[in-house]
T-cell receptor, first 112, second 115 residues
Framework: KQEVTQIPAALSVPEGENLVLNCSFTDSAIYNLQWFRQDPGKGLTSLLLIQSSQREQTSGRLNASLDKSSGRSTLYIAASQPGDSATYLCAVRDTNAGKSTFGDGTTLTVKP | EPEVTQTPSHQVTQMGQEVILRCVPISNHLYFYWYRQILGQKVEFLVSFYNNEISEKSEIFDDQFSVERPDGSNFTLKIRSTKLEDSAMYFC?????????????FGPGTRLLVL
């Protein structure tokens, strides 16, 4: 059974800092990995999708990497802003039935 | 940009009552999903649906739950006799195809409170 872990559970940084969020998964036979953002009481906004054959994806100030063999992904946020404050979730799809298995998330607070 | 929509945004019900949560997936998508998130816990998979039948379900998705695509646009989750522990945020998602690198798009969720 796939297990997804995210470290740290919470992170507080001053505005402008670069930061890295970590995601690990137990079964490396994944189809893709998706990073989401969740604001309090709200839905899930897709940030980046990395296919199993890819090593990284970039969107603006966000860069996600994937090391399938070691079961790890990182989300790098450059020049953090208070508006980046949210919970970041990592999810892997590991069968062609397509369900996602989620981590607990990392709650990020960016202080002005 | 196309998006997944869900109604209602909030639902309060009495224990034992039936509820139906509604979703309108993105129009050209073929795969549909329901997930739930109990307050303070992980997002958990409930069920996936393709070609008018369930393709996978979790152990959470017991006989009290059912899904249906009653027409060409709606996708519903029914809970027959709600329990207190069914209180959660329920998310619908859709994707174009399940294999490979297709993004799952999530709706804004329905917050269900069972009293």
């Amino acid at each position: 059974k796939q297990e997804v872990t995210q470290i740290p559970a919470a992170l507080s940084v001053p505005e402008g800092e670069n930061l890295v969020l970590n995601c690990s998964f137990t079964d490396s036979a994944i189809y893709n990995l998706q990073w989401f953002r969740q604001d309090p009481g709200k839905g899930l906004t897709s940030l980046l999708l990395i296919q199993s054959s890819q090593r990284e994806q970039t969107s603006g100030r966000l860069n996600a990497s994937l090391d399938k063999s070691s079961g790890r992904s990182t989300l790098y946020i450059a020049a953090s802003q208070p508006g980046d404050s949210a919970t970041y979730l990592c999810a892997v799809r590991d069968t062609n039935a397509g369900k996602s298995t989620f981590g607990d998330g990392t709650t990020l607070t960016v202080k002005p | 940009e196309p998006e997944v929509t869900q109604t209602p945004s909030h639902q309060v019900t009495q224990m034992g009552q039936e509820v139906i949560l509604r979703c309108v997936p993105i129009s050209n998508h073929l795969y549909f999903y329901w997930y739930r998130q109990i307050l303070g816990q992980k997002v958990e998979f409930l069920v996936s649906f393709y070609n008018n039948e369930i393709s996978e379900k979790s152990e959470i998705f017991d006989d009290q739950f059912s899904v249906e695509r009653p027409d060409g646009s709606n996708f519903t989750l029914k809970i027959r006799s709600t329990k207190l522990e069914d209180s959660a945020m329920y998310f619908c998602a859709s994707s174009e195809r399940s294999a490979g690198g297709q993004t799952q798009y999530f709706g804004p969720g329905t917050r269900l409170l069972v009293l």
